[in-house]
């Protein structure tokens, strides 16, 4: 019911910085708290942190707190990650999804339990 498709991926040299972008179709994502999500080659799914319907954001891996921001506009039906000061260590595919709203709903995100996935874009940091 509800369709995600990640853009603003590319090549960036270490320092730069990336916009990527999450927008959702079918319906609205209101009623939805979104994620970011990434993985590497060889590598398991890592959740990065979620914005809940509210607009209110909780950063979860701690590598990237400090570096990256999440966003949402409802009216845009679009979910946003601000990747600043790139490190080679960020290249990997990243993903957005969403979660129903529910008492555990940031819980299960965690776990990568979520309702909608996005077929990811790529990101690739250079030294």
């Known amino acids: 019911q509800v369709q995600l498709v990640e853009s603003g991926g590319g090549l960036v040299q270490a320092g730069g910085s990336l916009r990527l972008s999450c927008a959702a179709s079918g319906r609205t994502i209101s009623n939805y708290g979104m994620g970011w999500f990434r993985q590497a080659p060889g590598k398991e799914r890592e959740f990065l942190g979620a914005c809940a319907w509210n607009g209110v954001t909780i950063y979860y891996d701690l590598s990237v707190r400090d570096r990256f921001t999440i966003s949402r506009d409802n009216a845009k039906n679009t979910v946003y990650l601000q990747m600043n000061s790139l490190k080679p260590e960020d290249t990997a595919v990243y993903y957005c999804?969403?979660?129903?709203?529910?008492?555990?709903?940031?819980?299960?995100?965690?776990?990568?339990?979520?309702?909608?996935w996005g077929q990811g874009t790529q990101v690739t940091v250079s030294s």
């Open positions: 999804a969403a979660a129903l709203r529910g008492s555990n709903w940031y819980t299960s995100m965690s776990r990568g339990d979520v309702d909608y």
